[in-house]
């Protein structure tokens, strides 16, 4: 069974920067595709934030985040990390780490409370 972990998460001031990890454990002999982050504030649905492919080192960020936020991948420890700057009160919210692997479904983590205090 996989194992996904995330860390990181914690109080920040506005204007702030914070790392969080995230790695996938249990996979023996799978093959790992893709590692994303999804977040999710209070009372909505979970949102995307970013993903990178482990064919392509070249990550994705939704519009909101873009410029600010910074992922990144270990492809030989199936990790991943989201480095973010400039915080705002609006990113507060859980984040959810989710990996992709080869024949499987999406795995997910249980996510870190990141908040943004004015």
């Known amino acids: 069974q996989v194992q996904v972990v995330e860390s990181g998460g914690g109080l920040v001031q506005a204007g702030g920067s914070l790392r969080l990890s995230c790695a996938a454990s249990g996979g023996t002999n799978m093959r790992i595709l893709t590692m994303a982050w999804y977040r999710q504030f209070p009372g909505k649905e979970r949102e995307f934030v970013a993903q990178?492919?482990?064919?392509?080192?070249?990550?994705t960020y939704a519009t909101s985040v873009k410029g600010r936020f910074t992922m990144s991948r270990d492809g030989t420890k199936n990790a991943v990390d989201l480095r973010m700057n400039r915080l705002s009160p609006e990113d507060t919210g859980v984040y959810y780490c989710?990996?992709?692997?080869?024949?499987?479904?999406?795995?997910w983590g249980q996510g870190t409370q990141v908040t943004v205090s004015s």
């Open positions: 989710g990996a992709v692997f080869l024949g499987a479904n999406t795995y």
């Open positions: 990178i492919d482990w064919a392509d080192p070249n990550p």
